[in-house]
Each structure stands twice: as structure tokens, then as C-alpha cells.
């Protein structure tokens, strides 16, 4: 199904083109935000290979149950727990 022909977006077509400065700002924070997780992704995986951090690469090892529980309380403590404030 096209939506273009099919009347989308409701009411005709919008010839309104988004100005520059919004659209430039938009991909340089998407851009940033891929840069910053890739550092926190590369620092992670630095810090496994020197053994200054541990990861849970088997789930064999301690149980499914084990894994959903350490993910909930993880986002349940950086939530709420350790910064005293509700996200």
C-alpha cells in the first residue's frame, strides 16, 4: 500500500519542509548519541578484557532466573534506589 496515494497524511499532502537549523540539530544528537554510546560500549568492553569489570556472558552459570532478577534490579536501583529521585 502506498501512502502517498492513499491520501497520507490525512488532509493532503504537507509541502512544509522542516527548517534547516531543526533538522541539522536533530541528526548532530542523534550523531552524539552514537558517539557516546560506542565510547560507554568500548570502555565496557576495555575494562572486561583488563578484568576490571566482570560480565554475564553465560547464562548457564547461575540460571535465567538470576538474569531477569539482576536486570530488574538493576533498573529498579538506578531508578530509584541509589539517586533518591523517581525518573
Known amino acids: ?8 497524511p490525512p488532509g493532503g499532502s504537507s ?3 522542516p ?13 552524539s548519541s552514537a558517539i557516546i554510546f560506542a565510547l560507554v560500549g568500548l570502555l565496557s ?10 560480565l554475564y556472558l553465560r547464562i548457564d552459570r547461575f ?11 538493576m533498573i529498579v536501583c538506578t531508578t530509584r534506589g541509589f ?4 525518573a
Open 1 to 8: 500500500m502506498c501512502l502517498v496515494s492513499a491520501g497520507w
Open 19 to 31: 527548517r534547516a537549523p531543526r533538522w541539522r540539530r536533530d541528526i548532530l544528537y542523534s550523531l
Open 15 to 17: 509541502r512544509v519542509r
Open 63 to 73: 540460571g535465567w532466573t538470576y538474569l531477569w532478577f539482576s536486570l530488574l534490579a
Open 45 to 54: 568492553a576495555q575494562l572486561f578484557a583488563h578484568g576490571w569489570t566482570k
Open 83 to 86: 539517586t533518591g529521585r523517581t
